[in-house]
Structure formats: C-alpha cells, structure tokens
C-alpha cells in the first residue's frame, strides 16, 4: 500500500508574497490534488490514486492530468491556494484570492468560475461542499457567507457574521467555528442551507459542568459539537 501525506507548503514568489500550496485527498480516497503558483498562474494536477494502488508500490511519478489557470487575481502580500472535492468527487473547488473555480474531476476542465470580495489572507478564505455536492460555502474577507450553488450557478449571501472561521457542510445547513477560542464572545454560527438565517452561538451560552468552555472541535459531519 501507499501513503499520500497532506502538507501545506509555503512557497516564496517574488517580492514578498507568499504563497501557501496545499495538497488534499478526496474524501473517497481516489483522488490527490495540489496546486502551485508558477509566474501568475495556478497549475492543479490530479492523481488517479486508483492507478497506484495496482501493484501496490509506491508512485511518485507525474501527476494524471493538470491545467493552468490562467484567469486567477495577481497574488497579494499573501497568498493561499485552497483546494476542497466536493463529497462525491465530482468537482473540485480551487479558491485563490479572489477567485473561485470549480473544475470537474473526470477531466479537470472549467466547469464554473466566480469572483468574490477579497483581500490578501492565509486564513479566512474557507469554502466548503454540502453532503449532496450541490452548494458550496464560500466565506468572504466582508465577514459575509455565500452559497453557491453550483449546478444552476445560482448564489445567496448572509451578512451577519462577526468571525472568521472554518465551514462545516451539514444536512441541514452550515457550521462556522470562530478561528479564535474563549474569551472571545462567538463559538461558532449555524447557518441554514442557503443562508435565510443564521444563529451565533457564545461562549457563555454553552452548557459546562465545571468552569469555561476554552475550545470546540465539530465531529466530520457537523452533527456533533465537543
């Protein structure tokens, strides 16, 4: 068996921007991603995990299929290169800046492409896939959310939102988990599936035996909250 090992690596360009490459697995483990900043582009390659796994040695060859995104924002002071597959694998979503394209898996082509709000961050440029694959959250620098929904190209946004933080896709809707713990005044905000509404959640407003709450960790699903 084989190994694929998940890393993000910070990457030098000119001047001072900095980019940070990431490299994902699907959720199916069929597919790696990874991407790259090369002289104002961005080159995704895809591996076929599939096609390792045959003689079961490990492969460190060339990737199965790349494409240059040629259309991506110039890169800020700094830079982050965020990859998600959707659930099913059937997409895979690649924000950079401020833009967010969408390629499909079985031939990495352009399925959609959409520019939002941005401004330069490591941090607060997180997307997320619904279970169904359908709706993509995206989290924007304006401390809004947007859902997207990918297959009729459709979006709607929520202005309500005091943090930034990571998104969870659940059944019902979405989670985003402040990325700053106790003492600051939000834990996290469930928003419905196309943001009509959402809730905040304080610290002070969550049920403990014995002293402060200090962290939260959501279970893979977004159904539980520890």
């Known amino acids: 068996s084989s190994t694929w090992a998940q ?14 490459h990431r490299t994902v697995l699907s959720p199916q483990g069929n597919f ?8 104002n582009e961005v080159v995704i390659s895809l ?27 110039e890169p800020e002071l700094y830079s982050n290169i965020l990859l998600e597959f959707s659930p099913d694998e059937r997409y895979l979503a690649v924000r950079k800046d401020h ?10 082509a352009v399925h959609e492409v959409m520019s939002v709000p941005a401004k330069s961050s490591v941090l607060w440029d997180e997307i997320a896939w619904s279970p169904e694959a359908n709706l993509l959250a995206v989290e924007l620098d304006t401390a809004e959310l947007l859902v997207w929904d990918v297959d009729n190209d459709k979006k ?5 939102l005091y943090f930034h933080g990571p ?17 600051y ?20 407003e969550i049920p403990v035996t014995d002293g402060e709450p200090r962290r939260l960790i959501f279970s ?6 520890l």
């Open 156 to 160: 709607s946004y929520y202005h309500w």
């Open 7 to 20: 890393e993000d690596e910070p990457y030098f360009g000119s001047g001072l921007v900095l980019t940070l």
């Open 220 to 225: 893979p699903e977004g159904e539980m909250v």
């Open 167 to 183: 998104i969870i896709g659940t059944s019902d809707g979405w989670l985003l988990k402040n990325y700053y713990d106790y003492p």
């Open 185 to 204: 005044e939000w834990a996290f905000i469930a928003c419905t599936r196309l943001t009509e509404s959402c809730t905040g959640y304080a610290w002070d």
């Open 47 to 73: 591996w076929d995990m599939r096609l390792f796994a045959a003689d079961g040695t490990p492969n460190r060859g060339e990737a199965t299929r790349s494409i240059s995104l040629s259309h991506i924002s």
């Open 99 to 108: 833009d967010v394209t969408i390629l499909t898996v079985a031939d990495l």
């Open 32 to 39: 790696a991603a990874s991407g790259q900043e090369r002289e």
